[in-house]
């Protein structure tokens, strides 16, 4: 099925994507700070765990102590987590013209539930495409990095991190793919570019959206 996607004429909605480990919290930040100057109505989130519920969903779906689950109930655990998500923040984050920002939405669903556990891809994104009502980001970063390379900045690992090495390269070449099908939303950049260059590449590409978003300089 071809899901025509759903954008809205009220606030900007972008997203940050990628692998573990590749920068996407800091970039997010640095992007938030920059709008909030700009004096922008900001809400920075991520998922899981952008709700009191999607907390829960968090330490359920990437705590080791959770242990082994079943593809198709983590891929359903993700799905609850955006549905709350969306409804109870993201779209009235919009409606008043905000700006959101967020680490991870429907394409790390895709990438990690899809084509890391090797589900039909077209099952996944029916279920995360009617959980977040088809709503889609304005403009999606992908911070593309080697899995070896990412994974070697982390100490501990939760769930996901801890996947084989194939596991993540599944994923990268997902995310990749997904920005490839849709160049007009999506911005790849190299996340092991100096931290300035990504943010200042991420900056030229959100400014021309910000004039739909309500709330914001003139």
Partial sequence: MTW???????GVFVCFEGGDGSGKSTQSALLESWLVEAGHDVVLTREPGGTDVGVELRRIVLSPETGVLADRTEALLYAADKAEHVEHLVLPALDRGAVVVTDRYVDST?????????????????VARWATGDL???????LDLEPDAALARFEGRDRIEGE?????RRVRAAFLDMAQADAEHYLVLDARAPREEIAAAIRARVEPLLGQAAGGRP
């Fill in 136 to 142: 889609r980001p304005h403009l999606t970063v992908v």
């Fill in 110 to 126: 895709l990438a990690y539930q899809g084509a890391g556990r090797t589900l039909a891809v077209a099952e996944v994104e029916h």
């Fill in 4 to 10: 025509p996607g759903r954008y809205t004429d009220t």
């Fill in 164 to 168: 084989s090495l194939d596991f993540h």
